[in-house]
Nanobody, 120 residues
Framework: QVQLVESGGGLVQAGGSLRLSCAASRSISEDNQLGWYRQPPGKQREFVAAITDRGSTNYADSVKGRFTISRASGQNTVYLQMNSLKPEDTAVYYC??????????????WGQGTQVTVSS
């Protein structure tokens, strides 16, 4: 298992920006994927964005064009730049790490979550 530590959450007005960071406690295998999920109040956790070790990205439709996922070269650190924030982006944001095993991604760790609150 990998310990993941998120930072960068907070309170922001609608239209504002925040940048989340997530650092892994140990090196992850070469074939990996780091991602962000969120859990709005009273709702289930949902996918936000993910990036592979080769830089391939994937986004939820609700955040395309507003959020950008990136990772530090050679480091197991992933970022989520969130622009044009909306009140419906309010959620606890979680970082997740996957490793490629037998052709499929397996979860190897979750972060503890960081609160993002967007006021209208």
């Amino acid at each position: 298992q990998v310990q993941l530590v998120e930072s960068g959450g907070g309170l922001v007005q609608a239209g504002g920006s925040l940048r989340l960071s997530c650092a892994a406690s140990r090196s992850i295998s070469e074939d990996n994927q780091l991602g962000w999920y969120r859990q709005p109040p009273g709702k289930q956790r949902e996918f936000v964005a993910a990036i592979t070790d080769r830089g391939s990205t994937n986004y939820a439709d609700s955040v395309k064009g507003r959020f950008t996922i990136s990772r530090a070269s050679g480091q197991n650190t992933v970022y989520l730049q969130m622009n044009s924030l909306k009140p419906e982006d309010t959620a606890v944001y979680y970082c997740k790490a996957n490793e490629l095993r037998s052709g499929r991604y397996s979860t190897v760790g979750w972060g503890q979550g960081t609160q993002v609150t967007v006021s209208s």
